[in-house]
């Protein structure tokens, strides 16, 4: 069951902040998001696992809501290179060893 | 090393045509994932391969051939493709099966054009 992201698509200032979620309607075992460059390949950022342990890059900030199955990644202060689509992937209770992702949402941060 | 390759970048073909992708990481990773990508979508997964054995297949039309030589290199045979199955082919990585602790590392793609 694919995972549903809101906004599905936000313009930023520099400097300014923003909030990607992800919700679904299954028990959640994990969370990924991931960014991808026009053109370019999805890169990680960050695991979410449920219990609350997490796994990523140091600059980037999320959370995992279990009662209400739904993360949320934080980009603060954001610069130029923050621009592309986010997409959060989903392993749930039912998805057997898969990861269904979202359908994205785009992010451009004008100067 | 920490990449995923892919080749070749772009690839037109026609409908008789048969064709290979392929896919190499140098890792170690014991995971290895084929993704189809269209335009303004997120990636679907096609086919998971675990230990060298396929181990998930999303019900692919089998004019899509996956095939793991090793635990290196990944190949996606392609024969009688339809204008519709155009599309980026992402390839993956990951430390082992199963997404729960395993980020996934992905090649650029092969940007794929069916005449």
């Known amino acids: 069951q694919q995972p549903v992201q809101s906004p599905q698509a936000v313009i930023l200032r520099e400097g300014e902040d923003a909030v990607i979620n992800c919700s679904s309607s299954k028990a959640l075992y994990s969370v990924h998001w991931y960014r991808q460059k026009h053109g370019e390949a999805p890169v990680f950022l960050m695991i979410l696992l449920k219990g609350g342990e997490q796994k990523g890059h140091e600059k980037i900030s999320a959370s995992f809501n279990e009662k209400k199955q739904q993360s949320s990644l934080y980009l603060t202060a954001s610069q130029l290179s923050y621009s592309g689509t986010y997409f959060c992937?989903?392993?749930?209770?039912?998805?057997?060893?898969?990861?269904?992702f979202g359908e994205g949402t785009q992010l451009t941060v004008n100067p | 090393d920490t990449e995923v390759t892919q080749t070749p970048k772009h690839l037109v073909m026609g409908m008789t045509n048969k064709k290979s992708l392929k896919c190499e990481q140098h890792m170690g990773h014991r995971a290895m994932y084929w993704y189809k990508q269209k335009a303004k979508k997120p990636p679907e997964l096609m086919f998971v391969y675990s230990y060298e054995k396929l181990s998930i297949n999303e019900s692919v039309p089998s004019r899509f051939s996956p095939e793991c030589p090793n635990s290196s290199l990944l190949n996606l045979h392609l024969h009688a493709l339809q204008p519709e199955d155009s599309a980026l082919y992402l390839c993956?990585?990951?430390?082992?099966?199963?997404?729960?602790?395993?980020?996934?590392?992905f090649g650029p793609g092969t940007r794929l054009t069916v005449l």
């Open positions: 993956a990585s990951s430390q082992d099966p199963g997404p729960t602790y395993n980020e996934q590392f």
């Open positions: 992937g989903t392993e749930t209770e039912t998805s057997g060893s898969r990861l269904t």
